[in-house]
């Protein structure tokens, strides 16, 4: 399922979805969401009217143009379904994830609003399924190197899992762990026993590398990526909600906004 909305900067993010579900054979899910605007907003408080019918005709018009563009662009696919609603885009998004094995979304933006569009982190630790994020010019995901990003932890364990499919495809993968406080020798362990697991599942894995953290997680994490050249970061979301608003963990919050590199989040 991709997120897609109009936008200049979905063009790419639908171009790598079908890249996608072409080497899958994978049927490919569009779906936009466009809600009411605000009548008046103050802060993370907006509030709503009843939409006059101008207003409402006029959202149904940009969602059918955008299915039909949607539409058009999937013609060398087998199979493909368009899904569209009035509806905040996170809601929508959340309700139809169900239908599918990867959610494809783009990056968190700075002018995110609880009223506002897209937030992929909502999508992450509420959907129940594993969530692309596509970073607005990246097209493409040949996975010629892949990192995981790995931390002993119950998020990672289900993302690892759950990027069997694309992992199975790399030419190569990478588990790296930023060491913080742990021992070193359990760490490594970990690490390897990960490594049987993934090769029992037909995973190239070309290196285990365990580092002790000098700087943040995400920082060392997308300081590897950078050195191995790697095109995709596989990685558990972690984060709760609090008074409305999503909190996120440093490490999640930073591969949401600012990794140049696609990202498979699992909570």
């Given amino acids: 399922m991709v997120y897609v909305d ?10 790598l979805a079908l890249g996608l579900a072409e080497r899958f054979q994978a049927t490919l899910i569009g779906i936009a969401g466009l809600p009411q605007d605000p009548a008046f907003v103050a802060g993370s408080v907006a509030v709503y009217t009843e939409p006059r019918q101008d207003e409402v005709e006029d959202v149904a018009a940009r969602l059918e143009a955008i299915g039909k563009t949607f ?17 905040f885009p996170p809601e929508l998004v959340v309700r139809n994830a169900r239908a599918a094995d990867l959610i494809i979304v783009g990056p968190r933006r700075a002018h995110n609003r609880p009223h506002g569009v897209m937030d992929p982190g909502a999508i992450v ?4 399924r594993p969530v692309l994020i596509v970073p607005d010019k990246v097209a493409a995901l040949p996975l010629r190197r892949v990192v995981i990003a790995w931390k002993d932890t ?6 690892a899992r759950d990027a069997l499919p694309l ?6 993968v990478l588990l790296f762990e930023a060491g913080e406080g742990e021992s070193k020798t359990q760490a490594k362990q970990a690490l390897a ?26 920082e060392e994490i997308l300081g590897l990526v950078r050195e191995e050249n790697a095109d995709l970061v596989v990685a558990g979301g972690y984060g709760h909600s609090r008074l409305g ?3 996120f963990g440093g490490v999640t919050r930073e591969l949401l906004v600012s990794s140049p590199v696609c990202c498979l989040l699992s909570h």
């Fill in 167 to 172: 992992l199975q495809h790399a030419k190569q």
């Fill in 125 to 128: 630790l509420r959907a129940g």
């Fill in 154 to 159: 119950r998020e990672c364990r289900r993302a």
């Fill in 71 to 87: 539409s058009a662009r999937c013609q060398s696919l087998k199979q493909f379904e368009w899904r569209s609603a009035a509806e």
């Fill in 6 to 15: 109009g936008e200049h900067h979905s063009e790419p993010r639908l171009q």
């Fill in 245 to 247: 608003e999503w909190i």
């Fill in 193 to 218: 026993e990960v490594t049987r697991y993934l090769v029992r599942h037909r995973v190239i894995v070309a290196g285990e590398i365990w580092r002790d953290a000098r700087r943040p997680a995400a």
